[in-house]
């Protein structure tokens, strides 16, 4: 058993480090290596939300497409996770549709 174990972490130490690429939109990748991404089990709207605190950048998975806004305050990112209704807080509060161009990316 212990062998067994050994021989696991000895492999898992070997292998190497891949991040994870998503799709935003159809032409755009973000690389979600430097993001703190959250499954999320209690909303019907949001699947995942992920957030970089040191750029600002927040990537949902909404109805099963990633998008990416950028210039969200870890403050917001806490309110949309603490909400009783998070697909709720994210229709009303940070997706385009109604906060405009107020988290658009810029390249």
Known sequence: ???????????????PIVSETVEIGE???VDLGAFECRDITR???LQRV??????RDLVVAANGAYDRYCGVTAETVDRLLGAP???????QNIRRETAGSRYDCHA
């Open 50 to 55: 992920c957030y970089d605190r040191t750029r």
């Open 1 to 15: 058993m212990v062998r067994a174990l050994a021989l696991l972490l000895a492999q898992l130490a070997a292998a």
């Open 85 to 91: 209704s998070m697909g709720q807080f994210f229709n």
């Open 27 to 29: 032409r755009d990748r």
């Open 43 to 45: 909303s019907t709207v």
